[in-house]
């Protein structure tokens, strides 16, 4: 199972977990806003790889989507429950060039969540048009050049584990 998890306030986020779901054709995909996404469902189902959507609003990564992450990885630790693989994604409407930090706290964030064994290594970056949207014109093709590489990226390292058993 793949599970999309965002912060959508406006659409954007939504629109993104769309698309990517898309890159996964034959996993059952879920998506959902992580209000509505406790830890527990998170660990009561059979996940292979989580994608964790957020927001920069305000040059300030969304504390909800923070908070959230930091629960399900304390609660699936606590219960010993390991999701092989997690991706990242973060909606925005500054010049990506002047957020790279914040892109950074993301894939900290991942990192340091001990309950996910595999950190694909970039975020995926989504500039907006406006706060409302759209998308920037190029960024639903990088999201599903970039959902399709995730899928490559757990396909590799699912063969590379095989070629080690």
Same mark, same amino acid.
């Given at each position: ?13 939504? %629109? ?5 779901? !898309? *890159? ?15 830890? !527990? ?25 923070? %908070?959230?992450?930091? &629960? ?29 930090? &914040?892109?950074?706290? #993301? ?18 970056? *989504?500039? #907006? !048009? !406006? ?35």
């Amino acid at each position: 199972m793949i599970w999309i998890v965002h912060n959508s306030i406006h659409g954007n986020g939504i %629109r993104v977990a769309e698309l990517l779901a !898309e *890159c996964f054709p034959g996993f059952d995909v879920q998506i959902t806003h992580h209000r509505d996404t406790p830890p !527990e469902l998170i660990a009561d189902n059979p996940v292979e790889l989580l994608i964790f959507g957020t927001a920069v609003r305000k040059f300030v990564v969304s504390w909800e989507s923070q %908070r959230w992450l930091r &629960k399900v990885n304390k609660y699936l630790v606590k219960n010993n429950i390991t999701i092989p693989y997690i991706a990242g994604f973060v909606t925005h409407m500054r010049d990506p060039h002047k957020l790279s930090g &914040k892109f950074h706290q #993301v894939q900290k964030l991942m990192i340091d969540a001990r309950a996910f064994e595999n950190i694909y290594p970039q975020v995926l970056t *989504c500039q #907006v !048009e !406006e706060i409302e949207g759209p998308l920037k014109p190029g960024v639903e093709q990088t999201v599903i050049s970039t959902g399709k590489k995730i899928r490559q990226w757990m396909y590799e390292y699912d063969l590379l584990l095989e070629s080690l058993i």
